[in-house]
């Protein structure tokens, strides 16, 4: 049965997550905020979202640590990104519900055993270990940045606007990164596998930095 349930998801993993590349790509270097971005965006946050919950469903059939981490900050990168535009546009009833205590309380805890992961594999001689402890660091990052919004202790009046941003963007380089490390056998042998894990965050993280500070004046 599971392996039923494995062949039926694997094609849905593959297109879903190729949509989502393909559809964040175009909206990365696009006119943002516009109706066609506002379309795009959500047909990206499913694409996504559905790779991100069929690679942690196909990760526990097959037990596959990649998968693992890359599913659940894809669902929650992308999951809060939609959700605080979602409680912005709402004018009446926009505090956090209960689904984004559970996003945000999922990643903290993922992060943990990331930290486990990346600090066994470091003991092992293994650097694959350190992509482990950068995701975890990435994800404690949102994660008390979440608590802050959810608490109203933020300071800045469009944080809803930057954490949609920086959330979305990262729900792209989980894609990207998935694609890099899956594709890794097509490229160079000389190259460290631990390159693909982090080299999209590496590109991608001074752009968030410089769109969050053009969108935070």
């Known amino acids: 049965m599971s392996e039923i349930l494995y062949n039926i998801l694997l094609p849905i993993h593959i297109i879903s997550g190729g949509m989502g590349l393909t559809l964040g790509t175009g909206n990365l270097i696009r006119r943002k905020g516009d109706a066609p971005h506002r379309r795009i965006g959500k047909l990206f946050a499913a694409a996504m979202i559905t790779a991100g919950i069929s690679a942690i469903v ?9 998968l693992t981490i ?8 992308v999951g809060t990104g939609h959700r605080y535009i979602l409680l912005r546009l709402r004018e009446v009833d926009n505090e956090a519900k209960n ?4 996003l945000t309380i ?17 003991i092992g001689h293994n650097l694959m270990g ?28 469009n944080y809803w606007l930057l954490a949609h941003l920086q959330r979305m963007t990262g729900g792209y380089i989980a894609s990207l990164t998935a694609f890099l490390v899956v594709n890794a056998d ?16 590496v590109i991608f993280t001074p752009l968030i930095i410089k769109w969050s500070r053009e969108y935070g004046k």
């Not at 196909?58 to 990649?66: A, D, E, Q, T, V």
């Not at 689904?99 to 559970?102: G, R």
């Open 99 to 102: 689904l984004d205590w559970v």
């Open 186 to 201: 097509r490229f160079p042998s000389f190259i460290p596998g631990v390159v693909y894990w982090l080299l999209p965050t």
């Open 70 to 77: 890359v599913g659940i900050f894809t669902v929650y990168m």
């Open 58 to 66: 196909l990760s526990m059939i097959h037990p596959n640590y990649f």
């Open 130 to 157: 350190i992509a482990y402890l950068v995701f975890a660091l990435i994800g404690f990052r949102f994660v008390k940045a979440d608590f802050n919004h959810y608490k109203s202790q933020n300071t800045r009046h």
């Open 106 to 122: 999922g990643m903290a805890i993922a992060g943990v055993l990331f930290i486990v992961f990346g600090i066994r594999e470091l």
